[in-house]
């Protein structure tokens, strides 16, 4: 960027260079253009001077060299400017150093190329909108990796677990004999009564239209499952509905009916069971908790859910807690998703990325909690945390919004969506989208055509030098195998997938950390690391028979080629493209040690 510093006069003279020179130094410092102390380029030229031209050729000259800017250098302010000795120093921690590389040519843009296999990974969240078996099966046939389901409604792979999040109540029509309604119309000016209750019965958990004439009296009643609502607020409170579609100011209070009224801002239609959140006010809810167990105990246990995602984390304290509970009850299987959406998750963030094994940033929530405007930085530097320690990140909230009422994204999504990719996210999610809006299967279709067009334009071999560089050295015997079968893989267009035999899972993991830019098929015999697969860049589970794993790696050339039969089957391949295999020294199970290999598919 070009900064402009004027001069009271013309520069009429060389001579005056030298202090026109020094001016524009301390300029730059005090514009905090440059860091007092640090090196500055220098671009000079004679021809700026007025008599220059009055004066012989000798005069006429340019010089570029470096100096030093005034002041003092102040090392603490230099953040990732001073020079790095490792990915752990200080500097490093207090401002995150991202990067990302494309590929981009004119036929990528202008062609109908073919689009590679796509390995990021999409959610879809489950609701009103897609839970019928033929909107189910044509999300599966368009792309679904993943299907989010809020536990209040059903039970799947990812739990999302309410915690302490409040939410409003569902929706009749009082004019239609309290029918169940999806929805209803609020306007900017009106009143509305919201209540906080425990009671959360259909009969009395509802919230409707009033009929009210009188622009004094509440239009509309909304009830939310905070019982003391009325003690968290103030007058002048903001409360916002469905992420801040909906904000309302609170007017008036009345602690002994448990009711606040306010004014609404902005007109919206309210959907049934919506986040609210009280601008300034942390909720702590030990009910939520206990009901949690109690889900996580009844159902996600039994049923074999993959994933809980942890609403609202405040630090990895709450990880290791349910961690514990996880494994008192039986649920060792079960993954944990700390899902980031306060400013206390981002606060601790370095923790509870070492004790959460995926993370899910929920930018609706996040938005409110600081300002809009920052959770582009906070994405940012989470992507890049996340790569770096290897751990799947989930980017959702807002990435197709406008599919929920119209066929086709805004531009501003999908270059959302892509960019997400481009940054390097294992996977994105759909959220209302797909669970109430108008256009499920077609949202995720465009899901599916954005996350592989962003793909195709990926500098894979960037990525993996960046993670490289930045991750803990000295390598031990697996990263250092799954580095070089990473880095094979961005240098040799022949290769066209990568195998791990990895039967629990972990191998898979630190090879997915550096970023194959081909498909990596893991091979294991549990159908839970097979299952959580779908959470992973690149990841693509196969099963196999228990024991099969321990066969002597040179007895095992037949199971070997069964994958690398089936991959091609799946259309990760083709008949004659390579492979890289990593698989044990001693049996195909990799452990601590590993050797790759290189097969004809």
């Known amino acids: 960027a070009m900064h402009a510093m004027m001069l009271s006069e013309p520069i009429n003279s060389v001579g005056d260079i030298p202090g026109i020179l020094k001016k524009a130094l301390q300029y730059g410092v005090e514009k905090g253009l440059c860091s007092a102390g640090k090196e500055v380029v220098v671009l000079s ?28 250098l102040d090392m603490e302010a230099l953040g990732s400017l001073a020079p790095v000795i490792s990915a752990q120093d200080p500097k490093l921690i207090h401002k995150t150093l991202t990067m990302r590389s494309t590929v981009v040519s004119m036929d990528m843009i202008t062609s109908d190329l073919a689009l590679p296999v796509r390995k990021t990974k999409i959610a879809a969240t489950i609701g009103p909108a897609s839970r019928s078996p033929e909107t189910l099966h044509a999300l599966v046939a368009a792309g679904m990796d993943m299907a989010r389901f809020k536990f209040w409604a059903l039970i799947a792979t990812i739990m999302d677990l309410q915690g302490p999040e409040v939410r409003t109540s569902y929706l009749v029509d009082r004019a239609n004999g309290n029918a169940r309604i999806a929805r209803i119309e609020l306007h900017a000016g009106e009143r509305v009564a919201i209540y906080g209750t425990d009671d959360l019965t259909e009969a009395n958990f509802v919230g409707y239209r009033t009929d009210a004439k009188d622009s004094t009296e509440p239009a509309a009643v909304i009830k939310v499952d905070l019982p003391d609502l009325a003690m968290c607020v103030k007058k002048g409170s903001i409360i916002h509905l469905m992420d801040g579609a909906v904000t309302i100011d609170v007017e008036d209070i009345n602690t002994g009916r448990g009711v ?68 008192d009850c039986g649920g060792e299987h079960i993954g944990i998703i700390a899902k980031i959406e306060t400013l206390g998750g981002l606060r601790q963030f370095d923790e509870i990325l070492g004790a959460a094994d995926a993370i899910m940033l929920a930018r609706g929530a996040l938005g409110l909690a600081i300002p809009p405007e920052k959770v582009p930085l906070a994405q940012a530097k989470i992507t890049t945390k996340c790569k770096i320690a290897g751990k799947p990140l989930i980017i959702a909230r807002h990435m197709l919004e406008s599919m929920t009422s119209s066929p086709r994204p805004t531009r501003a999504e999908m270059t959302d969506v892509a960019n997400a990719v481009l940054d ?73 997938l990568a195998v791990v035999f990895s039967d629990d899972g972990q191998a898979a993991e630190v090879v997915s950390k550096y970023r194959p830019a081909v498909p990596l098929v893991v091979v294991t015999s549990r159908a839970p690391v097979a299952f959580r697969c779908s959470i992973v860049f690149g990841q693509v589970g196969h099963l196999v028979e228990p024991g099969e794993l321990q066969l002597e790696v040179g007895n095992a050339s037949e199971v070997v080629k069964r994958v690398l039969c089936w991959a091609e089957g799946r259309g990760l391949c083709k008949k004659g493209q390579r492979s890289t295999i990593l698989h044990g020294t001693n049996e195909l199970d990799t452990h601590n040690t590993a050797l790759m290999s290189i097969q004809l598919v």
């Open 260 to 327: 606040v009224v306010g004014l609404v801002r902005n007109r919206g239609a309210l959907g049934e069971r919506k986040v609210v959140h009280v601008a300034g006010v942390t909720v702590h809810r030990a009910q939520a908790s206990m009901q949690d167990m109690a889900d996580i105990q009844s159902f996600a246990v039994q049923h074999g859910v993959d994933y809980i995602a942890a609403s609202q984390v405040q630090s990895a304290t709450e990880i290791e807690a349910l961690r514990n509970f996880l494994d």
């Open 45 to 72: 030229s004679t021809f700026v001077a007025s008599k220059a031209f009055r004066e012989s050729e000798r005069l006429l000259r340019r010089e570029l060299f470096v100096t030093i800017a005034p002041g003092t």
């Open 424 to 496: 390097g996210t294992d996977a994105v999610m759909l959220c209302s989208e797909t669970s109430s809006g108008a256009f499920p299967a077609d949202a995720l279709r465009t899901m599916d055509r954005i996350c592989r067009s962003a793909e195709a334009a990926t500098n894979y071999g960037v990525i993996h030098s960046f993670i490289r560089d930045f991750s803990m050295k000295p390598f031990n015997t697996l990263e250092a195998a799954a580095v070089a079968l990473a880095a094979l893989s961005t240098k040799d267009n022949a290769i066209a």
